[in-house]
């Protein structure tokens, strides 16, 4: 057999092909999470949607209104469950597609039986993750922002991350990126009409215009990339590196703060050599805290190593603790240059000085030094309040909508220095196509452009049925 002349083309082709086939299933998951319950909603999305129903001995009820239903299994004639059944036609629907829903009792057996009855029948098969909300983009019913604010919603943990998520949801962020695309369609189809049609005799301004334009877009873009990356860091957590000398209090400090012991304490120093990472819900905010080596001379490679590691996460932290035993100010003199505007500094173990020299004791750390005790629990509530407070005022909602992921921020990076190369061209010629360029970038973020390679990624880490 002679090898085809173009193998990345038969490839594509048969790609193709498989994406057809896949498409073209109907496809289903249960969209509750396993274990007992209550209900269990078993969701069908596909041109068989129908025929599954049928085949359950389940009457296709009206549109959207809840029937009850006794499900049975064709190939015994057995009961499998009774329950509800809801059916949303196409295109009228979550996924765009005829949908089916079916509400059971949440035992393990009962939805294994019913997978196993649609599982048997010709044209469907199990749904992979993220598939239902990929055929909802797919059918015009998301963009790629709305989408993943989909999987942003159902992996939210914090009060703050469901406000976001549900922003993002219902489109702000993609009507922003949308508005830009459209003011960069007209700028190019300005700038591709100069050229086309030369003899027209079109204004003067055009040019101006459609510069200026493009400068008021840069500034806006820059502005929104300016965002000390709210977004990103409420939708995976506030890091708060807990960092300071052996023995002052770093791992009792974890310990109370996350109201259990995930790291030892002894009164030997050194016991910490890694980090230990605890995630918090601070006032609806996400936060991981995370329990560091003391920092001094090391005594061996493996407390080293572990300081080396106390100080790298230091540095890549959104917010420091640093902490020190109250009788020791002299210790608060080698880290004064970890101290800055991100760094809450606590002077731990009040309960072991007499409270007449307290006062005098707190004089000799830096200011705004708060007096704790992590064994009496003195102390507590004010640093809470300190820390709710901090992370609130650096990551509390923007007026606007906020980047959320590192895939927004490369587009919008190669839109920016698209758009900058199209204003320093030399020619009409390079500048359309510089703008060509941003104009595609910004398409990549909501999905009005070729996305097909990065569909996968965006989609692989939702969870089965949605």
């Not at 649609?118 to 922002?145: C, N, S, V």
């Not at 000398?245 to 030892?264: H, Q, Y």
């Not at 890549?316 to 970890?338: C, Q, R, Y």
């Not at 901090?390 to 927004?408: D, N």
Request: glycine fraction near 8%; charge should be negative.
């Amino acid at each position: 057999m002679e090898n085809s002349p173009h193998p990345e083309r038969s490839r594509e082709a048969a790609q193709s092909k498989d994406e057809a086939r896949r498409t073209a299933d109907t496809i289903f998951a249960p969209a509750t999470a396993p274990g007992r319950a209550g209900i269990a909603i078993m969701r069908i999305s596909g041109p068989a949607a129908r025929a599954a129903l049928a085949a359950l001995s389940c009457p296709v009820p009206p549109p959207r209104h809840a029937a009850r239903a006794r499900f049975i299994e064709r190939a015994t004639g057995e009961a499998i469950d009774d329950g509800l059944v809801l059916f949303f036609p196409g295109p009228a629907s979550a996924t765009g597609e005829d949908v089916a829903e079916l509400h059971l009792h949440g035992g393990r057996a009962v939805v294994e039986a019913v997978a196993a009855a649609l599982a048997g029948l010709p044209g469907l098969r199990l749904a992979e993750p993220g598939e239902f909300t990929r055929r909802a983009f797919e059918h015009g019913k998301l963009d790629l922002t709305e989408a993943e604010a989909v999987a942003d919603l159902v992996a939210a943990e914090t009060a703050s991350q469901r406000r976001q998520a549900l922003r993002q949801l219902d489109g702000e962020l993609g009507r922003l990126y949308e508005g830009w695309r459209q003011t960069l369609l007209r700028a190019s189809a300005y700038v591709e009409a100069a050229i086309d049609f030369p003899e027209e005799g079109l204004p003067e301004t055009l040019d101006a215009g459609a510069r200026a334009a493009i400068g008021r877009l840069i500034r806006e873009i820059d502005r929104h990339l300016a965002d000390n990356r709210r977004g990103e860091i409420l939708r995976d957590g506030v890091s708060v590196a807990i960092i300071g000398p052996p023995n002052a209090g770093k791992s009792s400090l974890i310990n109370v703060l996350s109201r259990r012991d995930v790291a030892i304490t002894a009164a030997s120093a050194g016991t910490t050599r890694d980090i230990i990472e605890v995630h918090l819900d601070l006032a609806g905010y996400p936060v991981i805290l995370a329990d560091t080596a003391g920092l001094r001379e090391a005594g061996d490679a493996v407390e080293a190593e572990g300081v080396r590691r106390a100080r790298a996460r230091a540095a890549a932290a959104d917010l420091t603790v640093l902490v020190l035993d109250i009788a020791k100010p002299e210790e608060s003199a080698g880290l004064a240059g970890i101290v800055d505007s991100a760094t809450i500094v606590v002077a731990n173990k009040l309960d072991l000085i007499c409270a007449a020299t307290r006062a005098i004791a707190l004089d000799k750390f830096p200011p705004g030094t708060l007096a704790i005790s992590t064994a009496a629990g003195d102390g507590m509530a004010t640093l809470l309040d300190r820390l709710a407070a901090t992370v609130k005022e650096r990551y509390a909602g923007a007026a606007g909508p906020v980047l959320t992921r590192s895939r927004h921020r490369a587009a919008l990076g190669d839109c920016v220095a698209s758009l900058r190369r199209s204003l320093r061209a030399s020619l009409p010629e390079l500048a359309a196509e510089d703008l060509r360029l941003a104009i595609r970038a910004l398409g990549r973020i909501t999905g009005r452009a070729d996305v097909e390679d990065i569909l996968d990624i965006i989609f692989r880490d939702f969870c089965i049925g949605k």
